[in-house]
Nanobody, 124 residues
Framework: QVQLVESGGGLVQAGGSLRLSCAASGRTFSRYAMGWFRQAPGKERECVAA????????YYADSVKGRFTISRDNAQNTGYLQMNSLTPEDTAVYYC?????????????????WGQGTQVTVSS
C-alpha cells in the first residue's frame, strides 16, 4: 500500500504560479511511476504530467508543456508539480497517483494509488 497526500493548491490569479506537493508513505516510493492528473467539473480526469520511477523520463500534456514541471525526490518520498503562467483553464482538482510500473503511464486506470486531491482555482 502507498498513501499519497497532496498539498499546495489554492486560489491564484491568472499568470501566477503554484507548486503542488505529493507526500508518499508506505511502500518504497522510488519503485513507482508518478502522475499528476486533474479533473474539472463535467470533464474527464486527464493526465497533465507523469514521471518515471527514476525521474529520467517525463510526459506533459500539450496544454501544459512549457508551463508545468514535474519532479520527484525519492529520498524524501515526495513528488512535485510546479505550475507557472496559470490560466483559468487550469482550474480543477489536482490528484497525484502512483503506478507500480517501469513505464510512464498516462491512463488513469493504470495507476494503483491516488491521493485525495487538492483544489486549484485560477481567477481571471
Amino acid at each position: 500500500q502507498v498513501q499519497l497526500v497532496e498539498s499546495g493548491g489554492g486560489l491564484v490569479q491568472a499568470g501566477g504560479s503554484l507548486r503542488l506537493s505529493c507526500a508518499a508513505s508506505g511502500r518504497t516510493f522510488s519503485r513507482y511511476a508518478m502522475g499528476w492528473f486533474r479533473q474539472a467539473p463535467g470533464k474527464e480526469r486527464e493526465c497533465v504530467a507523469a514521471i518515471s520511477w527514476s525521474g529520467r523520463s517525463t510526459y506533459y500534456a500539450d496544454s501544459v508543456k512549457g508551463r508545468f514541471t514535474i519532479s520527484r525526490d525519492n529520498a524524501q518520498n515526495t513528488g512535485y508539480l510546479q505550475m507557472n503562467s496559470l490560466t483559468p483553464e487550469d482550474t480543477a482538482v489536482y490528484y497525484c497517483a502512483a503506478a507500480d510500473t517501469r513505464f510512464l503511464p498516462t491512463t488513469p486506470g493504470v495507476y494503483d494509488y491516488w491521493g485525495q486531491g487538492t483544489q486549484v482555482t485560477v481567477s481571471s
